[in-house]
């Protein structure tokens, strides 16, 4: 039950086949669900704040660990076992996404604070929608982040055992095989608005034999997918119950596309998520099962189907699996769903409109995908951060980019190198510069001293200035370079001042002549970055921003293609004709230019007055990349 793992999970979802995603009463449902829910909560919080101690202020000696205060210290208190023993259960169906970064440090951390272990189990029950890259991405990821998993395990290894266990509940009349249309399971819980009466359908009371042979008989392939379901008997008539995570869910479904990456085509049925989870919860001696607050309302099915196997629940002296839920990590202005990720990466088609795809791949720069965030350059241990400063509770976390990226900035303040670079170059001949003026000069890597190192870079006759630091007309509120205007060079003891310019057929400056303008310095000019024509190195440089012109992705029209129209032409900019100093060159020797999956090391850099960067993985030593990772400030037109 990890942090949005399994988005499709709904308490009240239609018994269906994996490939039917949406019922037509699946809005009522989730309406239902969700005052069921809060009526939930309110009653819990009553007494949550009765039994809450008072909790003391942080000492002075620093910050108090996340695990060591709020939600995260109560759920120990509620279970404290000497041997703490987590998981982190992803569906290998897709990539994860910044949400999942919130489950991951979640369960890992609340492991290793309390000395326990942390488990990654693939929660793979859905062969039609499983790949070998997201097993693979998944793991890369949680290294990446920083975690080595105690043990990595499988749904799928214990399908043996649920298959028994599930005609134990049958045996116990406590499950039965019901074949009823989606439409017809619909109008038993209560019709379109769920405010009906509730009832049992006709399968439900059926022998206890006849449902133990009609479910082998899907077992050994007599239905099609659909045609047949082993749904638990819950509290579907139960007047009282307004749960729908109780109004007999499905345990056992016929797959069509059945052939399985580990199973191979032994089984033509699978455990649901419902069945599946708590299971295998007990089975791994999970003490505290940790999950976001949509699976609320599936602790009540998730503690009676424990209670239903004799698999004890969690109580003060009891072994068994206790299930919390903590509000999980949204981010505005930018799309986490798989599906919608999917039509960006792929392109869609809508009737005759075909809409080409909007990104490179699912690590894009631009998504919110984890393995995006990596190659955009955004260090693991940056996101742990951010996590943490929010902090951890019951109520949903909806952030907007720029406090993520003020959060990420603030590390890379601290942690990269500067370098200057150049992102539209236009050269500039300082014609009273002799040869033997020629220099080197030596820059510490922090001018504030707190990144150690330093580079040297060469001063020439020739260099290069950025096209937005000079103007063809001067004006008093300009202060960069003009005609007859000084301009300071970093790093250099004299500033330039522009006599003459340049410009090709199409109007465009080529070439800026300056002299050199000590006088200039009374004046105290600006400065700004500049690299030596003599040793630039050539790079080519992508500068990021929003996917879409709206602050709210979610809300467009995804059915028809309108979503397409909403996209920014200009959320990549790239600058094929960068240059950046040679500093780079030794940046490039210093790390490896190729780090494996799991590795953080990234070359990053501040690109002084620009941006953040980082060398992108399919870079080479002739083709260098730069991909933004923050801009040096916050856009206040955001």
């Not at 009463?25 to 819990?44: C, F, G, H, N």
């Not at 399968?203 to 206890?208: G, L």
């Not at 839920?325 to 202005?333: A, D, P, T």
């Not at 063809?472 to 500033?495: C, T």
Request: hydrophobic content about 35%; glycine content about 6%.
């Amino acid at each position: 039950m990890a942090d949005t793992t399994k988005p499709e999970a709904s308490a009240a979802a239609p018994i269906e086949s994996p490939a039917e995603e949406k019922g037509p009463s699946k809005r009522e449902l989730a309406k239902a669900a969700k005052k069921a829910a809060a009526k939930l909560k309110k009653d819990a919080h009553k007494v949550d704040l009765a039994q809450r101690p008072k909790e003391t202020p942080a000492s002075s000696a620093g910050p108090v660990s996340i695990f060591a205060e709020g939600w995260l210290k109560r759920v120990y208190e509620e279970k404290p076992v000497k041997n703490v023993r987590t998981r982190f259960p992803p569906e290998p169906n897709g990539y994860l996404h910044i949400g999942h970064c919130k489950a991951i440090a979640v369960n890992f951390g609340f492991a290793k604070h309390h000395k326990g272990v942390c488990l990654l189990r693939y929660d793979d029950t859905n062969p039609e929608k499983e790949e070998e890259k997201y097993f693979t991405s998944i793991l890369d990821i949680i290294k990446w982040l920083g975690f080595e998993p105690h043990e990595i395990t499988y749904s799928s290894d214990n399908f043996d055992r649920l298959y028994e266990l599930a005609e134990e509940l049958i045996q116990k009349n406590k499950a039965y095989v019901c074949h009823c249309s989606r439409e017809e399971v619909n109008r038993q819980r209560g019709g379109p608005d769920n405010r009906g009466s509730r009832y049992g359908c006709e399968h439900r009371e059926r022998p206890i034999e006849e449902s133990i042979t009609e479910f082998r008989a899907m077992r050994d392939g007599k239905y099609q997918a659909g045609e047949a379901y082993l749904r638990m008997k819950q509290s579907l008539t139960d007047p009282k119950e307004g749960n729908p995570q109780m109004w007999d869910l499905p345990a056992y479904r016929v797959v069509k596309e059945n052939h399985h990456h580990r199973t191979g085509n032994k089984w033509r049925i699978y455990p649901t998520y419902d069945f599946t989870h708590c299971i295998c919860d007990a089975m791994e001696d999970i003490t505290q099962s940790m999950c976001t607050t949509e699976f609320q309302q599936s602790r009540v099915s998730y503690d009676w189907l424990l209670e239903q196997l004799d698999i004890k629940v969690p109580k003060s002296e009891e072994k068994g699996p206790m299930q919390r839920e903590y509000g999980r990590l949204n981010v505005g202005g930018t799309i986490l769903s798989k599906r919608r990720i999917l039509m960006l990466v792929e392109g869609t088609k809508v009737g005759d409109k075909v809409i080409p795809p909007a990104v490179r791949g699912w690590d894009d720069p631009r998504l919110y995908t984890l393995v995006a965030l990596r190659r955009r350059g955004i260090p693991a241990q940056a996101l742990l951060k951010f996590v943490e400063e929010l902090g951890v509770t019951d109520a949903l976390t909806e952030i907007q980019p720029p406090r993520l990226e003020a959060s990420i900035r603030k590390h890379l303040e601290r942690t990269v190198p500067r370098q200057m670079l150049v992102l539209e170059p236009v050269k500039v001949v300082i014609e009273d510069f002799a040869t033997e003026d020629d220099q080197e000069i030596t820059v510490p890597y922090d001018p504030k001293g707190g990144i150690p190192g330093e580079r040297k870079i060469k001063l020439g006759k020739e260099i290069y200035i950025d096209r937005t630091d000079f103007r063809e007309v001067a004006d008093a509120d300009y202060r960069r370079l003009a005609p007859n205007k000084a301009v300071g060079l970093l790093n250099v003891a004299f500033p330039i001042r522009a006599t003459s310019f340049e410009k090709d057929d199409n109007g465009k400056v080529t070439l800026i002549k300056a002299v050199k303008a000590p006088e200039a310095l009374a004046e105290k000019p600006a400065y700004i970055q500049w690299v030596d024509v003599a040793s630039a190195v050539p790079v080519t440089a992508r500068q990021y921003k929003s996917l879409f012109k709206t602050e709210s992705p979610n809300t467009l029209d995804w059915k028809t293609g309108g979503w397409a129209d909403d996209l920014d032409p200009n959320s990549e900019i790239i600058f094929e004709n960068a240059v950046i100093e040679r500093g780079i060159k030794t940046l490039l020797k210093e790390h490896t230019l190729n780090p494996s999956g799991s590795s953080d090391d990234l070359i990053r850099f501040q690109a002084v007055r620009t941006a953040y960067f980082c060398v992108d993985v399919d870079s080479t030593e002739e083709k260098i990349v730069l991909n933004q990772i923050v801009s040096l400030r916050e856009d206040k037109a955001k």
